[in-house]
């Protein structure tokens, strides 16, 4: 369900007075693309720029020329969600700044970049019945810089100088 106008813009207005922190953006989507057509979707987004939003995301452009269009039609900053196969056509970053694009976001492409892998992995397991080669071939010392270990190492590092001054 597409909020009606009103109501849409007094929950844009509701979190721009909210805002405390300057480095706070309030990005304003619109998903009425899907549901009201186009036209309504540029509306919004200006409505929500008009309304003190920071950046309008007009979510699922369906074709090339209605995402090049929503930077040229929007009063303001926009953003481009790129999801895999998804409604919108694939660009580039470097397409999505030449288009006017301010902030682009790839939501899904961890997730499904280590769900495969971790699919693959396994089926190799079941096929080869032992651990297979990983796609990526890093030392477990590489896996544990890569998750933050080191910083961990330092805090209970820290902590544990700590309770020994406090036992002295």
């Not at 970053?93 to 682009?104: D, I, Q, T």
């Not at 032992?130 to 990526?136: D, G, K, L, T, Y």
């Not at 030392?139 to 330092?154: I, K, M, N, V, Y």
């Amino acid at each position: 369900m597409i909020a009606p106008l009103d109501d849409y813009v007094a929950k844009i207005r509701a979190a721009v007075s909210a805002k405390v922190d300057p480095d706070f953006l309030v990005i304003a989507r619109t998903d009425s693309r899907a549901v009201l057509g186009f036209e309504e979707a540029i509306r919004r987004a200006n409505a929500a720029i008009e309304a003190g939003a920071d950046m309008a995301f007009v979510e699922a452009p369906q074709s090339k020329d209605e995402t090049a269009a929503v930077p040229k039609l929007v009063k303001g900053p926009c953003m481009l969600n790129m999801v895999w196969r998804g409604k919108t056509p694939d660009f580039s970053l470097a397409e999505a700044e030449a288009m006017g694009y301010a902030f682009m976001i790839l939501p899904g492409v961890l997730t499904r970049t280590v769900v495969g892998a971790c699919d693959a992995a396994l089926a190799a397991l079941k096929a080869q019945g032992r651990h297979p080669a990983p796609a990526s071939d890093i030392t477990p010392q590489q896996g544990f810089r890569l998750s933050g270990a080191d910083e961990w190492d330092a805090y209970r590092t820290r902590f544990r100088d700590e309770q020994a001054r406090a036992a002295e």
